[in-house]
């Protein structure tokens, strides 16, 4: 009976952290889409637009807290940065790491 509860326990924490896990990445898509008007879908800009598809995740991060904090001068960047939390930056900077340019 114990092996069972065990079992159904596991198995119960499994599926929420899954579920957990499908709705991060759907929150992370949702910020990202924000980025979409100037940088293109899913990244990749068009009519001289920078294009943040494939871009390293570090490097993504730095230029994004370097808005955040002002030492980066941007005409709306800074504006868009400063909406984010740390974590949430690094959650847009692992997601655009991981598309095609």
Known sequence: MKNRMKLAIGTALAAASMLASAQDALQV???????????G???IAVDGGESIAGIPKDR???????????????????????????????????????LKN
């Open 29 to 39: 898509r949702s910020w990202a889409a924000a980025c979409a008007s100037c940088h």
């Open 41 to 43: 879908t899913v990244g």
């Open 60 to 98: 993504f991060l730095k230029r994004m807290q370097d808005y955040k904090s002002g030492a980066k001068s941007a005409t709306i960047m800074h504006q868009i940065a400063k909406g984010y939390s740390d974590k949430e930056l690094e959650q847009l900077a692992g997601y655009f790491a991981a």
